[in-house]
């Protein structure tokens, strides 16, 4: 992908982000490192983007500051399977038979595109918001149900 293609898809994820309501919190720091950090007002996540492929989110919210800012790997998951064939071993001057041994695991997968980071960043924090309305609308209801109960 040439430069300007790509520079031109990363202005355009960025602008997403602004419309959605998200503000880019990226430090002189970050920025050298070729890291973007974007801060959500609605539910308190910070959101960072690294170049190496990773996307995480940090809690920095007023019930996490005295516990400092806790990070959470946010990356798509892989599931992997591992298989060791069975085989005959000599172990302790006997023969021995191994099983079949088969190893299930997850993996992150990385996300190599800047643009494709960002967008990640949108969808996954479109998700949370929608969770934290859905959340706030199920208590508001939950009070308006107790208040006409208890009349």
């Given amino acids: 992908m ?6 031109r898809l990363v202005e355009a994820a960025k602008a997403a982000l602004i419309s959605s309501g998200l503000k880019e919190r ?3 720091r970050q ?3 070729g890291t973007t950090s974007w801060l959500c007002n609605v539910t308190g996540y910070e959101y960072a983007e690294y170049p190496s492929g990773y996307v995480r989110r940090i809690n920095i919210g007023p019930s996490f500051k005295h516990l400092g800012p806790n990070v959470y790997q946010i990356n ?3 599931k992997t399977v591992n298989t060791l064939p069975a085989e005959w071993i000599y172990h302790k001057g006997r023969f021995r038979f191994v099983k079949e041994l088969v190893e299930e695991s997850h993996e992150h997968e990385m996300i190599r595109d800047q643009h494709s980071r960002l967008l990640y960043i949108l969808a996954f924090s479109q998700r949370k918001k929608d969770l934290h309305f859905k959340k706030q609308v199920s208590k508001e209801k939950a009070k308006k149900l ?4 208890s009349k």
């Fill in 31 to 33: 920025a050298n490192n």
């Fill in 2 to 7: 040439r430069d300007t293609t790509s520079k």
């Fill in 26 to 28: 990226t430090t002189k």
């Fill in 76 to 78: 798509p998951r892989v």
């Fill in 146 to 149: 107790y208040n006409e109960l």
